[in-house]
C-alpha cells in the first residue's frame, strides 16, 4: 500500500478547491487567488473524510511532493495556476433573496450597523441557506441566518459581486435584510420596595420587651456591682480623713 495514498488524496482535493472552485467550499480568493489558510483547512474539515487535516499536513504535501502546484505567503495560500479560477464582476441582477449568517453576540449590533465583513475583504452572501449556514458555523457553532433583499440593497447603492457560487458585497445595510426577531434584553432585579426595618416601631399602647441575652445580662450584672464597690471604697476613704 502507498504510504502517501491519504497526502496525495487531500493534496487532489486541496488543488481542486484552490485551483478550480473555491466557491463550491464556501471561500472568495482575492484579487491574486489567496484564502487564508484557516479558512481553507475549514472548509477542508468539513469534507467526509478529511476532519483530521491540520496546518502541518499541508506542510507535509510540500516537503513529500516536490513540485506541488500551491505557495504560501505568511497566513495565505493559494495555486500557483489562478487561471481557472472563477473572477469576481459586478453582478447586476443577483437572485432576488440571499443569505449569510453572522454571530449570535454581534446580532443586535448588525440590526443597528448593517452586515459588515469579517474574517474576509467583503460580505459574503450565497444563494442558499444550506451554504450560508456552512460558512456562519465556521464562526460561530449557532449562527443567525439572515435573509437579504437584493433589490432593496441595489435601490439603496448596494453593490454585488458574484464569485462561481457565491456573491459578495462591500455591505449590506439594516433596511435590506431581515432576520429573527433580536434577543430579550435582561431585566435588572427590581429593588425591594421596603426595606426590612431592623428594629421594631413602638406603637401607642404598647410596650417593647427588652429581652438581652444572658451574657449581657451577667456583664451588666457584673459592671453595676464593681461600680457599687468602687463608690463605697471612696465613701470609706473620705469618712476615714474626717478629723473629730
Known sequence: MDALRPLKKLANLILYILERRPDEFGLIPDNEGYVKIKSLLWAVNEEEGFKYVRHFHIDDILTSMPGFQIE???SLIRAKNIDNLPKQAIANN???LLYACVRKKAYV???ENGIHPVGNERVVLS???EMAERIGKRF???PVLLTVHSQKALDAGVLFYSSGELYCSDLIPPAC???PPPPKQKEEPKQAEKQVELTPKK???SYILNIEPDEEKKRRTELQRKRKEVGWKKERKRSSRIKY
Do not use: R
Request: hydrophobic share 35%; net charge positive.
Open 72 to 74: 504560501i505567503k505568511d
Open 177 to 179: 435584510f431581515t432576520g
Open 203 to 205: 406603637m401607642p399602647g
Open 127 to 129: 444563494a442558499t441557506k
Open 140 to 142: 460561530d457553532p449557532s
Open 94 to 96: 443577483p437572485p432576488k
Open 109 to 111: 449590533f448588525v440590526l
